[in-house]
């Protein structure tokens, strides 16, 4: 689907404004918003990305992955996200961390990271970009991470490997 993003440059300032085909045919510079939601007994939720998806088909991916669209504030993009996503409302987030990442072929973002609680009773994901959801611990996670029979989001490894204090592709200009 295409939508109008934000352009910034390296101060997360605003440029200008292009279509999501544009910005990734030219690799320009726009935001992203993840969020990593926690069950009470501290697992994370995670998505498994449907078979048809552009980017990443069939890997797991965080609890939501969003691109921020023009005019829209990260924590609208996150908030809209969940809703989309997830099925999911007033769910309340805290900010991590804002980074500069490539996330592939001309795919620049700035983007930041939330955390949050979820009821996994009141998830109902979008079956169209979501094949499934699932929750682990982070430790199911660093595990999950070693074995090459299990397919990830770059980004998702990343944003992972920032949350456990290991060596991340993350450029972290940007602390929320």
Not at 15 to 37: D, I
Not at 48 to 66: G, H, M, Q, Y
Not at 82 to 96: Q, W
Not at 141 to 157: P, R, S
Request: aromatic share 8%; proline share 2%.
């Amino acid at each position: 689907m295409d939508e109008l993003l934000d352009i910034v440059n390296d101060e997360d300032i605003i440029t200008g404004q292009e279509m999501r085909s544009t910005v990734h045919q030219l690799g320009l510079q726009h935001r992203g918003a993840h969020v990593f939601l926690f069950t009470q007994d501290g697992k994370m939720l995670v998505q498994k990305r449907s078979a048809d998806r552009a980017a990443s088909s069939s890997a797991l991916d965080c609890s939501v992955s969003e691109h921020v669209k023009a005019g829209e504030s990260y924590l609208e993009a996150a908030v809209r996200g969940m809703k989309e996503e997830m099925g999911v409302e007033g769910v309340e987030i805290k900010a991590l961390v804002r980074f500069r990442m490539n996330y592939g072929v001309n795919d620049n973002e700035i983007s930041t990271l939330y955390k949050g609680s979820i009821d996994p009773d009141k998830i109902k994901f979008d079956p169209v970009e979501i094949e499934e959801v699932n929750y682990y611990s982070v430790d199911e996670l660093q595990e999950m991470v070693k074995d090459d029979n299990v397919k990830f989001c770059g980004w998702f490894i990343e944003l992972l490997n920032w949350y456990l204090g290991k060596p991340a592709k993350m450029s972290l200009d940007f602390r929320s």
